[in-house]
């Protein structure tokens, strides 16, 4: 029953910006920390953003720090990532994912199918 869905990705040139979202049901988002999460071609998983339950606190990997915003709308179950200043390493399928809710733990229980951005000119 739980459903993620992203969408917004595409094709940009490098130092252009992009805004992903991700349309979750079948759980109450406003209960849960949701994450971006993205794989590079022939890459593994990399961790890119984490926000809590209510948008107050947000956390980014270094690299990305002062280029991605990462946010949501409780009112309308999205999940949004923000992406400015986009280079060819940021080429990858992005994916939202949600925490499976254990206090002082985390980790993602439910994933959607992805996105794909790819920076290029």
């Known amino acids: 029953q739980v459903q993620l869905v992203e969408s917004g990705g595409g094709v940009v040139q490098p130092g252009g910006s992009l805004r992903l979202s991700c349309a979750a049901s079948?759980?109450?988002?406003?209960?849960?920390?949701m994450y971006w999460v993205r794989q590079a071609p022939g890459k593994g998983l990399e961790w890119v953003s984490t926000?809590?339950?209510?948008?107050?606190?947000?956390y980014y990997a270094d690299s990305l720090k002062g280029r991605f915003t990462i946010s949501r709308d409780n009112a309308k179950n999205t999940l949004y990532l923000q992406m400015n200043s986009l280079k060819s390493d940021d080429t990858a399928v992005y994916y939202c994912?949600?925490?499976?809710?254990?206090?002082?733990?985390?980790?993602?229980?439910?994933w959607g199918k992805g996105t794909q951005v790819t920076v290029s000119w």
């Open positions: 994912a949600k925490d499976q809710g254990y206090t002082g733990y985390y980790g993602m229980d439910y």
């Open positions: 079948g759980f109450t988002f406003s209960s849960y920390w």
């Open positions: 926000i809590d339950t209510g948008g107050d606190s947000t």
